[in-house]
């Protein structure tokens, strides 16, 4: 399978807990970025790399959500002392270079509880 | 700013064409694109259109883009069951890198 793929597809935390994502991006995209979707909202942007480089963060972002990609290869999105209302679709896509299109992974669901 | 409208739900007859329409307000979008999501699935990408164009054709699927009204549409000819899905409206701001997308729209497709 050569497309983005995220791990977990589903997680259950309870309130207060720490969860990790991951994503793989497809190889060779040096572009990858995080979305988060709520029901019947679109996906809103968290945060953009390019390689290892986080270029843009959203104010959406709190302080308690990290995202590294370390080697320009995988991310990881974690957030610390989820709250109820980061219950959501985490979604991760690339890109290649100066490209246009972004091929995004099926996503994880996180649901705090 | 940058923000991008779709009205909710669209019900159309099976077979009949579809139209699916977007504003957005960032003048100086570069790509504005279609997404379609399906339940429990990934978003998928149908279509995309450079802002210096004002049509794309692509088999059932036509794009048209009025840059003067920032209005984009997608009309989807001969609609079927499968086509059942929510459909994302995205442009990419030429300031930053990111895809801003719209809340998107409901198709439902009645016999």
């Known amino acids: 399978d050569t497309g983005v793929s995220q791990n977990p597809r589903h997680k259950i935390t309870k309130r207060g807990q720490n969860v990790t994502f991951r994503c793989d991006p497809i190889?060779?995209?040096?572009?990858l970025y995080w979305y988060r979707q709520t029901l019947g909202q679109g996906p809103e942007f968290l945060t953009y790399?390019?390689?290892?480089?986080?270029?843009?963060k959203s104010r959406l972002l709190s302080d308690r959500f990290s995202a590294e990609r370390p080697k320009g290869s995988f991310s990881t999105l974690e957030i610390q002392r989820t709250e109820q209302g980061d219950s959501a679709m985490y979604l991760c896509?690339?890109?290649?270079?100066?490209?246009?299109?972004?091929?995004f992974g099926q996503g994880t669901r996180l649901t705090v509880v | 700013g940058e923000d991008v409208e779709q009205s909710l739900f669209l019900s159309v007859r099976e077979g009949d064409s579809s139209v699916i329409n977007c504003t957005y307000t960032d003048s100086s979008s570069t790509y504005l694109y279609w997404y379609k999501q399906e339940p429990g699935a990934g978003l998928q990408l149908l279509t995309y259109i450079f802002s210096n164009m004002d049509m794309k054709q692509d088999q059932r699927l036509t794009v048209l883009l009025n840059k003067k009204d920032k209005h984009l549409s997608l009309r989807i000819a001969d609609t079927q069951t499968g086509d059942s899905a929510i459909y994302f409206c995205?442009?990419?701001?030429?300031?930053?890198?990111?895809?801003?997308f719209g809340s998107g729209t409901r198709l439902s497709i009645r016999p």
């Open positions: 995205a442009e990419t701001p030429s300031s930053a890198s990111k895809i801003i």
């Open positions: 790399f390019q390689n290892e480089a986080q270029l843009e």
């Open positions: 896509a690339s890109m290649i270079g100066q490209g246009v299109v972004a091929f």
């Open positions: 190889s060779e995209h040096n572009r």
